[in-house]
């Protein structure tokens, strides 16, 4: 049971990627999905979610209007698409997944990827 990062890379300011989070070995259908980022000297912080019995969604203000999580659950995949990429998105993305609870959408998470850098230059 695990869940692998895929899609990284590097992008000038302004460009876009698009991350995979594949499952492996159980299906994404009923739970919660959550990517992280991590900076250089920073705290991790969550950067969306989405739960899918509903696809609700959640965004951190600084990525509103210009990521976007969706999920594939024919290929098992997650996907954050990022646009309009800033040298502040620069990070190690992971991905999540956890049960669907009643009281949170996003988390609690019990399966982590290892995650994939993306770099953004200006």
């Known amino acids: 049971v695990q869940v692998v990062e895929s899609g990284g890379g590097s992008a000038q300011t302004g460009g876009s990627l698009i991350l995979s989070c594949a499952a492996s070995g159980f299906t994404f259908d009923r739970h919660t999905i959550g990517w992280f980022r991590q900076a250089p000297g920073k705290e991790r912080e969550g950067v969306a979610c989405?739960?899918?019995?509903?696809?609700?969604?959640f965004y951190i203000d600084s990525v509103k209007g210009r990521f976007t999580i969706s999920t594939d659950i024919a290929k098992n995949t997650v996907t954050l698409q990022m646009n309009s990429l800033k040298p502040e998105d620069t990070a190690v993305y992971s991905c999540a997944v956890g049960p669907i609870t009643p009281h949170m959408m996003c988390g609690p998470y019990n399966i982590w990827g290892q995650g994939t850098q993306v770099t953004v230059s200006s």
């Open positions: 989405i739960e899918t019995r509903h696809d609700n969604t």
